[in-house]
C-alpha cells in the first residue's frame, strides 16, 4: 500500500453525506473503501488515494452523526430509519438546536401512538 506525502485537501464536507441513511452509507463506504485499496496497489494516483482517504473520513462523520441522531416524538435511532433535522429555538433562552425527525412522519406517528396511548392509560408522565 502506499503512503505518498499528502498533498493540500479541500477542506472536510460531510455534510455532503447527511442525507444518506446509516445503510446506504455503509454501502457507499464499501464501494470507496475498496477503490482505496485498489488505488493504494497500484500506486499510479498518489493524489486520488489521499482523495479517497479524506472523503472516507467525510463519511464516517456523517454515519456517526446519523447513527446517534434520535427522533424527538418516537425515539427510534438515525441507523435504523431516515432522520430530517432542523433547528429550533429556545423559548427560554433563545438558543438554538439541532432536533431530530422521522422522514416517513405516518410511520413515526404509528410507533408513536401505542407509546402515548400506554403512558396516557397509566395516568400521565413516565
Known sequence: M???NRPPSLPADAAMFAPLTTDENTVLRYHLTSGWY???HLGNDP????ETADLLG????????AFHA???SCGVSGGAMALEKY???SMA????HDEWQCADREAC??????DLDRVLAAGGAR
Open 47 to 50: 493524489a486520488g488515494w489521499w
Open 38 to 40: 485498489k488505488q493504494g
Open 70 to 72: 434520535t427522533c424527538r
Open 109 to 114: 406517528a404509528a410507533r408513536f401512538a401505542p
Open 87 to 89: 433547528t429550533v429555538r
Open 2 to 4: 502506499i503512503a505518498p
Open 58 to 65: 467525510d463519511l464516517h462523520v456523517a454515519w456517526d452523526a
Open 93 to 96: 433562552d433563545g438558543a438554538e
